[in-house]
């Protein structure tokens, strides 16, 4: 009997007509209770189980697909199978007649001689006419290098003032395009090829002449510009302007070179191997010196200490470290000759040097009261009487032959300049009526120009100038 029937069993036939709940025992109470549970589990079984089925529906179907798909390749495979064995088949019966298309090839090995009487006559024959070939080339690229060049020079001689600035669509370049297809075909066959006695010489020989050409087209536009440049500014000025256009100038250069033989210039095929330097760096370093030799003659011309140390300046942090080593391959031929105007420049710093502090500096003649160093000293000492131990360290320096050591450094609490020039170390900044005398004048000189050396020059030469210097100095005080 199930719970619905008890209950209706249970139940009366009609209902009640009042509303009053019927009392019922705890323990009816717990029993419905718990049958109403038992009732939502089994509602939540059923659901379960029905999805439970669903999945096992869909595991049937997919395995039943599964099986279908796996028979279809079985077949496939016993069709393969039985096609192989068909072509093997055939294939047996073709081996069987003709066995003679089957070991052609190695009886051709094992019978065959390729040498001959007639061998090195052969290969004579054949160097011969490679030789030939290579002249030919050699002599055609050659040829049209010097017709580019003859090109040019018709181009530019309608013009009564030609262009100063270099750009890859002008006549310097276009005419030189129709040399690339005999360049590189010289190029590309002697770089396929082993090098053979006596054909060392071809390529170079092309570079050579492409260079000479290259060198004396653009050397007279790369002089007047220089030159226009060098009449209407300054040196610095002029040193800015002059880079910047050779380093323009080398990036043509390099693409231009690189079209006309279709490799870059530092390919091994190009490299010869008693020079250190391939041919665009000769070409790009002769076309530098033109700006060496504009610049060298100011240069020598200058005594100014400020110009001297903003051309080393620019040089070196502007010109190589800015424009020439970013450029790499195209414009390394230039950092020599920047290299050897910064070494020109410093020369001429040191000289300049040596002559404003001979005349200047070691040419001075102090006064007593320039000389008077212990008044000097106690009168500092009783303004500011709490830094003793300064005074005393500044006395004992002065007094001291070994003033200067390895690491000597100019600042304002250098232990001789910062004393003649300021007083006490660390002491003039809180004293006001301690006044500069015609020392030190003359030391803030000394000061300054030793500062601007080691800025410009390099430490090991400054240091033995000023350990020079510094040592009459005191010696005389």
């Known amino acids: 009997?199930?719970?619905?029937?008890?209950?209706?069993?249970?139940?009366?036939?009609?209902?009640?007509?009042?509303?009053?709940?019927?009392?019922?025992?705890?323990?009816?109470?717990?029993?419905?209770?718990?049958?109403?549970t038992c009732y939502r589990v089994c509602e939540t079984v059923e659901e379960h189980t029905e999805k439970s089925l669903a999945l096992l529906q869909e595991m049937e179907d997919r395995h039943v697909s599964v099986k279908t798909l796996t028979s279809?390749?079985?077949?496939?495979?016993?069709?393969?199978?039985?096609?192989?064995?068909?072509?093997?088949?055939?294939?047996?019966?073709?081996?069987?007649?003709?066995?003679?298309?089957?070991?052609?090839?190695?009886?051709?090995k094992a019978v065959v001689d390729y040498s001959s009487k007639d061998t090195s006559m052969y290969l004579a024959a054949y160097g011969e006419l490679m030789m030939h070939?290579?002249?030919?080339?050699?002599?055609?690229?050659?040829?049209?290098?010097?017709?580019?060049?003859?090109?040019?020079?018709?181009?530019?001689?309608?013009?009564?003032?030609?262009?100063?600035?270099?750009?890859?669509?002008?006549?310097?370049?276009?005419?030189?395009?129709?040399?690339?297809?005999?360049?590189?075909?010289?190029?590309?066959?002697?770089?396929?090829?082993?090098?053979?006695?006596?054909?060392?010489?071809?390529?170079?020989?092309?570079?050579?002449?492409?260079?000479?050409?290259?060198?004396?087209?653009?050397?007279?536009?790369?002089?007047?510009?220089?030159?226009?440049?060098?009449?209407?500014?300054?040196?610095?000025?002029l040193l800015r302007m002059g880079c910047q256009y050779m380093v323009r100038l080398c990036q043509a250069e390099y693409t231009l070179f690189r079209h006309v033989f279709g490799v870059v210039p530092s390919a091994p095929v190009l490299q010869v191997e008693d020079q250190d330097e391939h041919a665009f760096?000769?070409?790009i370093f002769q076309l530098s010196y033109s700006l060496y030799h504009a610049v060298r003659p100011r240069m020598l011309q200058q005594h100014n200490l400020d110009v001297l140390c903003e051309i080393v300046e620019v040089l070196r942090r502007e010109v190589v470290d800015t424009h020439i080593?970013?450029?790499?391959?195209?414009?390394?031929?230039?950092?020599?000759?920047?290299?050897?105007?910064?070494?020109?420049?410093?020369?001429?710093?040191?000289?300049?040097?040596q002559k404003y502090?001979?005349?200047?500096?070691?040419?001075?003649?102090?006064?007593?009261?320039?000389?008077n160093y212990p008044d000097k000293l106690l009168g500092a000492c009783a303004i500011v009487h709490s830094f003793t131990f300064f005074v005393l360290d500044a006395m004992g320096n002065i007094l001291n032959g070994n003033i200067l050591?390895?690491?000597?450094?100019?600042s304002v609490d250098n232990s001789i300049l910062g004393l003649l020039t300021h007083?006490?170390?660390?002491?003039?900044?809180?004293?006001?009526?301690?006044?500069?005398?015609?020392?030190?004048?003359?030391?803030?000189?000394?000061?300054?120009?030793?500062?601007?050396?080691?800025?410009?020059q390099d430490r090991a030469v400054c240091d033995a100038d000023v350990q020079a210097l510094m040592q009459r100095i005191v010696h005389e005080m």
Do not use: W
């Open 133 to 237: 070939a290579l002249h030919t080339l050699r002599d055609f690229a050659v040829a049209t290098v010097e017709a580019a060049r003859d090109h040019v020079l018709t181009a530019i001689s309608t013009h009564p003032s030609p262009a100063l600035d270099l750009d890859e669509a002008s006549a310097y370049y276009l005419h030189f395009h129709a040399c690339a297809p005999a360049c590189q075909a010289l190029t590309r066959h002697l770089d396929m090829r082993d090098t053979l006695p006596g054909n060392e010489s071809f390529l170079p020989d092309v570079l050579d002449t492409y260079v000479t050409v290259r060198t004396q087209l653009v050397t007279p536009v790369v002089d007047a510009y220089l030159t226009s440049v060098n009449q209407s500014t300054d040196i610095v000025s």
């Open 405 to 410: 050591t390895d690491a000597f450094t100019l």
């Open 1 to 36: 009997m199930s719970l619905k029937q008890y209950y209706a069993l249970k139940a009366p036939a009609t209902p009640l007509a009042t509303n009053t709940p019927v009392p019922l025992s705890s323990t009816i109470q717990q029993f419905m209770t718990n049958a109403q």
């Open 357 to 371: 502090l001979r005349d200047e500096i070691e040419a001075f003649v102090p006064t007593l009261a320039d000389l």
């Open 281 to 283: 760096q000769r070409m």
């Open 72 to 108: 279809a390749l079985y077949e496939s495979f016993e069709t393969l199978l039985t096609e192989l064995d068909a072509l093997n088949v055939k294939v047996q019966s073709l081996e069987g007649p003709l066995p003679y298309f089957t070991r052609i090839s190695s009886i051709a």
């Open 423 to 456: 007083g006490i170390p660390h002491v003039h900044t809180t004293t006001s009526d301690v006044k500069k005398t015609g020392l030190a004048d003359v030391v803030e000189q000394l000061q300054g120009i030793l500062e601007k050396e080691y800025s410009a």
């Open 325 to 353: 080593r970013p450029m790499g391959d195209a414009a390394e031929a230039v950092e020599p000759v920047v290299d050897r105007m910064i070494g020109d420049a410093q020369e001429r710093l040191i000289l300049c040097t």
